[in-house]
């Protein structure tokens, strides 16, 4: 009887330490997933943040110059014609000639215009001997007013006609309406023209034009008559000096606006096609708050920037103004000291976490 009570006890025991075992075992487990549950907590929290690269806007003191690339054009560039058909005689100019107003460049062969003279001039000694006629009949009954108001009428119209054979006969002489050098000679003596056949470029550089783009930010500040500095690229130690003679009322497609620079160009140093850069706004200066340009989402029109503000990512509606280079004038929207997104803002929207990496 003893030794059953004896294997009782010792049943219960082993069960009572099964089962210590066991709970010791759950309770390691429960506590083993709830550190782990807060490890994975904390590294899905971390990883909705968005890695991000920050500025700081501030307020600087920039220059204002301005410079915009062109190309140099001539003041006045022509082209002279024939103005009438015929084979030329002469070329009185080659290449790199300086000619002046009027002047002859080349003669046409005119016989046809000579002939149309000479039957012109017949014509109205023919009607001014009718005229005189009619007239003397007039005066002893002969003939009417009527007959001869004709004959003063053919008269008139044979004294036009003349006049008209007579300037056809003089464009056989090719003449230049303006001053400037022989860039091109499209004839040579014997052969044949055409009435508007193009036969000089005459080009003017006394006098060049720089045309630039100027962007709607700087535009502003330009007024016709306004001096401008300008470089020649082929001549770097060298400064030219022009005058704004032209602003365009509309931009272009860019948002740019032309503009024209006249500069004298007295000893023609300067040539048509050469590539010049104007300077504008030349040692002025300005205190602006200024962004980097990467911290505009999209295009700087958008006017769209993040800040970081408590951890998270602020989206901010700004008005963008002047470009100083890498930077952009903002004129509302940010105060000095805000710290702006400069890369990442792709994956961010308003109040998106964000951790700031250096």
Known sequence: MKNKKTSVVRIIVTVAVIVAVLASI?????????????????????????????????VRNLDLSYAANGTFIPRQEVVVGAEVAGRVASVLVKEGDFVRPGQTLA????DKQNVSVSNAEANL??????????????????????????????????KNNLRTAQIAAGDVSVKTSVAGIVNTRKIEPGSYVSAGTAAFDVVNISTLKLKVNVDEKNVGALKTGQTVDVLVSVMPDKKF??????IAPKADANLNFPVEIEIPNPKNELRAGMYGTAKFGEGSAVNALVVPRPAFVGSVSDNKIFVVKDGKAVEKKVQSGRSFGDNIEVLSGLNAGDEVITSGQINLFDQTPVQVIK
Not at 134 to 142: H, L, P, Q, R, V
Not at 143 to 155: C, E, F, N
Not at 241 to 246: A, D, L, P, Q, R
């Open 26 to 58: 759950q309770f390691q487990l429960n506590r083993n997933k709830a550190v782990n549950k807060a490890a994975t907590d904390e590294v899905a929290k971390q990883n909705t943040a968005v890695a991000v690269r920050i500025d700081t806007a501030r």
């Open 107 to 110: 003669i046409v062969v005119g």
């Open 125 to 158: 000694n023919n009607a001014k001997m009718d005229l005189e006629r009619f007239e003397n009949a007039f005066t002893t009954g002969g003939v009417t007013k009527q007959q001869v108001d004709g004959a003063r009428l053919q008269y008139e119209t044979a």
């Open 241 to 246: 000096t022009g005058k704004i003679t032209f």
